[in-house]
Nanobody, 127 residues
Framework: QVQLVESGGGSVQPGGSLRLSCAAS????????MGWFRQVPGKEYEVVGT????????DYHPSARGRFTISQDIAKRTVYLQMSALKPEDTAMYYC????????????????????WGQGTQVTVSS
């Protein structure tokens, strides 16, 4: 019902910035919660942050708060993850995901609550 495509990943030096995009298509009107997650090989998925596309409420993992910003462009059906002051520990595969249904307020950070996932985009932070 919902298709997601991430883009914008790449290799940057510590302290650099990247802007990831998640373009959505399909029945996006039935999904209000969007999340950004990341994974390092061999480790569990970690939430980066979430956005409620109905009311623009955002929430962030402590490691991302103050450095990362999630926003949306309703007309483009796109959610963004602006990343600044990147650190080597931010290196991971980044995924966007959508939760089925309409909700209000802060969105869940649980991986298992999200139903639709993009293919991922790699972010590498190194010297």
């Amino acid at each position: 019902q919902v298709q997601l495509v991430e883009s914008g990943g790449g290799s940057v030096q510590p302290g650099g910035s990247l802007r990831l995009s998640c373009a959505a298509s399909g029945y996006t009107s039935s999904s209000s919660c969007m999340g950004w997650f990341r994974q390092v090989p061999g480790k569990e998925y970690e939430v980066v942050g979430t956005i409620n596309t109905q009311d623009d409420n955002t929430d962030y993992h402590p490691s991302a708060r103050g450095r990362f910003t999630i926003s949306q462009d309703i007309a483009k059906r796109t959610v963004y993850l602006q990343m600044s002051a990147l650190k080597p520990e931010d290196t991971a595969m980044y995924y966007c995901a959508a939760r089925r249904g309409l909700h209000r307020g802060y969105c869940t950070a649980r991986v298992q609550d999200y139903n639709y996932w993009g293919q991922g985009t790699q972010v590498t932070v190194s010297s």
